[in-house]
DNA sequence: GTCATGAATTGACCCGCATCAAACAACTTC
DNA sequence: GAAGTTGTTTGATGCGGGTCAATTCATGAC
């Protein structure tokens, strides 16, 4: 791991992030005041459950990984987060101590704030607590879709419901390229890989082809009633 | 379903909520401003999935059950709420369309926020954005731990996790009364009521004694190690 | 080109839990 | 009290997916 200084680049990817994007400049720049960036080999782990920690991370580049362990070392994914994503709000709103491991899933590139000042700037900036308010509710209905697919969907239906996610409403066949590996896709999606792998191949038959990271599609009616 | 108005007691109830006793009395006493007060049945509906809504929920007494239906009509459990606990706040600072169903799980009286009056007091007293914050942040962790739980937890230690949430650090031995219906907890617990049933079974041989509603552990380790 | 390493697939097996069915217990309601 | 209703337990069975092991595929090093 390699600390550094933004970039001018660093900081263009971070104004438009999701996030940054909704704040008027002036809000934006104040929290980027002091931010640091850091490099990391795929596997480095950026913060382990339960240390103390006051930093927001944000993803610039690569991919983080974000999982709780069980007693036995079995890892469950929480979440997935990709450029311009952030880790770490609720620990800084709450008692400042990581929910979870993050991980560097693939080479990546990382900025991360300080919390103290996100939490001055909420305080004092509406338009900034107003974000991180949408911010956080958003995250927390991501987790939500999330339990709820684990409890309702079977392996085949959580795989073509992410692929469906994928697809531009609309079109009825299309492909895309899967932003990550297909170990980091099952983990995400609550199952081992080989799980993983049986579904795409249950899949096929519904008119999915699968080569490499390419997903093809062919029969978008197939899938949705799957 | 009747809707009345908001009794002195309501009142009370409200104010030493976690969410409004963290609040400044009169931040509180804004919020509360328009609230109305309904009663509902057990299984009575209080909103569904993808519905329009722009309210919060506080529930006063009783208990209310939130879920997702899946396409064969089967219940996911999200959340389950009981007296102080609030719901959609979600919805209110999204799309303002319900993210789950919510139902009463038992005779319950819950107040309605309305939640344009809520977005305008974030906007305008930190105070009441902070403290929607940490709810949210706070939300959204339970919501992880439960992801993680299902994931890494077979029944039986999903059960001695949730007996040994309710007891006191320290106590090597204790009892107490489940606040619900053991339906519930087994919606709660992401499990069929069968499995429940067939946890506490398991448990026994670890010292757990269920008599109806009634629950007493006598070997704080054995479960600790489950 | 060969070789080495890690990813993805396939098969065999097993465990956990959902489901169905039926017995049982605990409350209502009259 | 009796009888109906609803919640809980127990048993039998089957499916989904985790795990382990072996193979194939992809990628990069030399």
């Keep these: ?91 800084v709103f709450l008692d400042r101590r990581a929910t979870a491991n993050a991980q560097a899933a693939e080479p990546s590139i990382v900025a991360r704030l300080e919390g103290g000042k996100l939490r001055q700037l ?4 509406s338009d900034v607590a107003q974000a991180l308010l949408e ?21 085949p239906q959580r795989v073509a419901n992410y ?4 697809c531009p409403i609309g079109s009825e066949s299309f492909s895309f390229r899967l932003p990550f590996q297909k170990n980091v896709l099952a983990g995400k999606l609550g199952l081992a890989p080989e799980a993983l792998s049986r579904a795409f191949s249950t899949l096929r038959r519904s008119g999915v082809i699968v080569k490499g990271r390419m997903i093809e599609i062919r029969d978008r009616q197939a899938l949705e009633q799957f």
Tied chains: 1, 2.
Excluded: W, Y
């Design 1 to 91: 791991m390699k600390t550094l200084r933004l970039t001018m680049s660093d900081r263009a990817i971070l104004l438009s992030a999701r996030f940054f994007a909704r704040l008027p400049r002036t809000a934006a720049e104040a929290i980027l005041e002091g931010a640091t960036v850091s490099t990391h080999e795929a596997h480095d782990t950026l913060f382990r459950q339960d240390d103390p920690t006051d930093d927001v991370i944000v993803v610039l580049s690569g991919l983080v990984r974000l999982f709780r362990l069980g007693k036995d070392g079995r890892e469950a994914d929480i979440a997935v987060s990709q450029k311009g994503e952030m880790i770490g709000v609720n620990a």
């Design 122 to 125: 909420a305080a004092e900036d």
């Design 135 to 155: 911010l956080v509710c958003h995250h927390g209905k991501m987790t939500e879709d999330c339990l709820a697919e684990d409890r309702l969907l079977t392996a």
């Design 163 to 166: 692929i469906l996610s994928h």
